[in-house]
DNA sequence: GCGTCCAGGTCTACC
DNA sequence: GGTAGACCTGGACGC
């Protein structure tokens, strides 16, 4: 089945695709000779479809699943999460006014930056951040890629992150072991039980009434859990007033603002301070700001 | 080949 | 409320 979806005209595929590193850890993947971008979803209805991507015209999305038929009720659910993960509802136009006033980021409202890639569920997002702390990348890949491939699902070879009783039905050993979590599998462990046993709800972290330091606390209070991930989960619940600065956009940020000298966080805090609510949006476009010039970052 | 260090941090214990 | 030390893993680095 080919579908075609309307997108805003400031909306840009690549640029959201290439946001941050989620697009190169599954469910998500790209195929660069075909310049497609691929995930895979899970219908509330157990049904697991595969789409590709494509978006080359302006103000349009090409979608090609994997499935023959799809019922009508199936594809509205599937462009629902399309339009979650890639942020289309966002409404970018206040931070692209804000960025044409600052020299340094007339580029983002140019370029369409600024919509964060997230994943189909904010548990999913959640467990994926507590896999990026303490660790090489290409550990983070190794931990999201064994979760998946242990725990979640496969369909034609693509595969699905677990949902929360999928891991909560695991061990600690076995996440030590075979998903190599190391110690961060005691955090997990404990995070997908009390999901799954409805003590946390994190989908309803995406529409909290709370304020942002309300749910920067709730978030921190999930062992595993700390200010760099509570202030980067806070971005993809469109909230960007806490920085989640970590080592790589503290060294990013050296070699931009301060010849490579080591900086302290109060003094990227300071830097930032002027931005107002958006500063983490500022921020972390500005860290990745040479990602834009290239046609496949990474 | 082997030991050490540290990375896209966080927790706990202790002051 | 601030800080030291421990923590899994694996790649980089020095010897």
């Not at 920067?216 to 971005?235: D, H, Q, T, W």
């Given at each position: 089945v080919?579908?075609?979806l309307?997108?805003?005209a400031?909306?840009?595929?690549?640029r959201t695709?290439?946001?941050?590193?989620?697009?190169?850890l599954?469910?998500f993947?790209?195929?660069?000779?075909?310049?497609l971008f691929?995930?895979?979803?899970r219908?509330?209805?157990?049904?697991?479809?595969?789409?590709?991507?494509?978006?080359?015209?302006r103000?349009?999305?090409a979608i090609?699943?994997s499935e023959?038929?799809?019922a009508?009720?199936?594809?509205?659910?599937?462009?629902?999460?399309?339009?979650?993960?890639?942020?289309?509802?966002d409404?970018?136009?206040g931070f692209?006014k804000?960025?044409?006033?600052?020299?340094?980021f007339?580029?983002?409202?140019?370029?369409?930056?600024?919509?964060?890639l997230?994943s189909q569920?904010?548990f999913?997002?959640?467990?994926?951040?507590?896999?990026?702390?303490?660790?090489s990348?290409?550990?983070?890949e190794?931990?999201v890629?064994?979760?998946?491939?242990?725990?979640?699902?496969?369909?034609g070879?693509?595969?699905?992150?677990?949902?929360?009783?999928?891991?909560a039905?695991?061990?600690?050993?076995?996440?030590?072991?075979?998903v190599?979590?190391?110690y961060?599998?005691?955090f997990?462990?404990?995070?997908a039980?009390?999901?799954?046993?409805k003590?946390?709800?994190?989908?309803a972290?995406r529409?909290?009434?709370?304020?942002?330091?309300?749910l920067f606390a709730e978030?921190?209070?999930?062992k595993?859990?700390g200010?760099y991930?509570a202030?980067?989960?806070?971005?993809?619940v469109?909230?960007?007033d806490y920085?989640?600065?970590?080592?790589?956009c503290?060294?990013?940020f050296?070699?931009?603002?301060?010849k490579?000298?080591?900086?302290?966080?109060r003094t990227i805090?300071?830097?930032?301070?002027?931005?107002?609510?958006?500063?983490?949006l500022?921020?972390?476009?500005?860290?990745?700001?040479?990602?834009?010039g290239e046609?496949?970052?990474f």
């Amino acid at each position: 089945v080919k579908l075609n979806l309307a997108v805003p005209a400031d909306f840009d595929l690549w640029r959201t695709v290439y946001s941050h590193g989620w697009c190169a850890l599954p469910p998500f993947s790209i195929d660069k000779e075909e310049r497609l971008f691929g995930v895979t979803v899970r219908l509330t209805s157990g049904r697991i479809v595969h789409l590709r991507l494509s978006g080359d015209r302006r103000g349009m999305l090409a979608i090609r699943l994997s499935e023959e038929k799809l019922a009508s009720a199936a594809t509205k659910e599937l462009i629902s999460h399309l339009r979650s993960m890639l942020r289309i509802g966002d409404d970018l136009s206040g931070f692209y006014k804000e960025a044409l006033a600052h020299p340094d980021f007339r580029w983002v409202a140019e370029t369409g930056a600024g919509r964060l890639l997230r994943s189909q569920t904010m548990f999913e997002d959640a467990v994926k951040m507590i896999c990026t702390t303490n660790c090489s990348w290409s550990l983070t890949e190794s931990m999201v890629g064994n979760l998946c491939r242990e725990l979640g699902e496969q369909k034609g070879g693509h595969l699905l992150f677990p949902r929360p009783r999928d891991i909560a039905a695991s061990s600690e050993k076995f996440l030590r072991t075979k998903v190599k979590l190391g110690y961060r599998a005691p955090f997990v462990l404990e995070f997908a039980r009390r999901v799954a046993e409805k003590e946390i709800d994190p989908e309803a972290w995406r529409s909290s009434t709370l304020s942002s330091d309300e749910l920067f606390a709730e978030l921190r209070s999930v062992k595993g859990i700390g200010p760099y991930a509570a202030g980067n989960l806070l971005k993809l619940v469109g909230r960007y007033d806490y920085l989640g600065i970590d080592s790589w956009c503290r060294m990013k940020f050296s070699g931009i603002h301060r010849k490579g000298r080591a900086v302290s966080d109060r003094t990227i805090e300071r830097h930032y301070a002027g931005f107002g609510p958006m500063k983490g949006l500022f921020f972390w476009l500005d860290v990745t700001r040479d990602w834009y010039g290239e046609k496949f970052p990474f």
